[in-house]
């Protein structure tokens, strides 16, 4: 514990570092289960009334959050921060509110960096694989997908789209239950815009139809599961100008899928071909 102590004090990882905003670090410890704390104050000065959205009065803190983070060094990292309370004396009743960052939710109970890495975590595998990586229940993971629903996508904080992508993300191995994951990556770095229910042509169609215009232009190329529907949906709305590629994890399904046939289809071959070897030697 006291070397993990070290090394996170030479570090001195930043807020910046860390993902996180409108704080400081007050200490970094390693937990008994080997989890890395990183204990933060808010240093945002004012919080805003739930009620009429003007600044409150400081009014003490709310209850201290622990809220699991993004892992480094292969640990679990978790941000326990103890947040301000405002009360306002602009409203009926005088209502308390307890300030939130923007980096967590309210009544959360992981930042929202880790949640958009558990959502990246998904292309590739499935549902109950990722909650089982990391730890946790299927019905917390199903509730942070929720969160995440197609119709939430604010393209304000969107300058650009760059590479579109479109995934299906199967529930559980074996089970003909998915969702689509939509994302965007520009500049290295990606974003989760939403989840569709399902993998229907009609709601891939809808979601790429409320693209605003100017957004479309800022689409380099579209990358897909090997899905019908979805390059069906992204032929009949988007520009025939930008590119649809396929996702690398299905090409690389594909070879494997004809290696093991073909292996299989020679060692068929083979084995005639020694027998009767065998037969002519012994004759």
Not at 2 to 18: A, G, N, R, T, Y
Not at 71 to 82: Q, S
Not at 231 to 242: F, G, M, P, Y
Request: net charge positive; with cysteine.
């Amino acid at each position: 514990e006291l070397e993990m102590d070290k090394i996170m004090e030479q570090l001195k990882p930043s807020p910046e570092l860390l993902g996180l905003t409108d704080v400081v670090i007050e200490e970094v410890h390693e937990a008994r289960d080997g989890s890395i704390v990183v204990t933060v104050k808010s240093n945002r000065s004012t919080t805003l009334c739930r009620e009429c959205q003007q600044p409150t009065e400081l009014y003490g803190r709310g209850r201290t959050l622990t809220l699991r983070h993004l892992p480094i060094f292969g640990r679990k990292v978790y941000i326990k921060i103890t947040p301000l309370r405002g009360i306002c004396k602009q409203c009926d009743e005088n209502p308390t509110t307890t300030q939130t960052l923007d980096w967590f939710e309210r009544n959360g109970h992981h930042t929202k960096p880790y949640d958009d890495y558990l959502m990246l975590q998904l292309i590739g595998s499935t549902q109950s694989d990722v909650a089982r990586k990391e730890n946790l229940t299927e019905e917390i993971l199903q509730g942070m997908m929720d969160r995440y629903q197609i119709d939430a996508v604010d393209w304000k904080t969107i300058p650009r789209i760059g590479l579109l992508g479109i995934d299906e993300i199967a529930k559980k191995k074996g089970h003909q239950d998915y969702v689509t994951l939509i994302s965007s990556r520009y500049q290295g770095i990606n974003k989760i815009l939403g989840v569709i229910e399902g993998k229907e042509k009609a709601s891939i169609k809808a979601f790429l139809s409320s693209i605003p215009k100017e957004k479309c232009k800022t689409i380099t190329a579209v990358c897909v599961d090997l899905c019908d529907n979805y390059i069906n949906a992204v032929k009949e709305v988007l520009s025939k100008a930008i590119p649809i590629v396929a996702d690398r994890f299905h090409v690389a399904k594909l070879y494997r899928k004809a290696i093991t046939e073909l292996r299989s289809s020679e060692l068929k071959r083979l084995k005639k071909i020694l027998i009767a070897e065998d037969y002519n030697s012994n004759g």
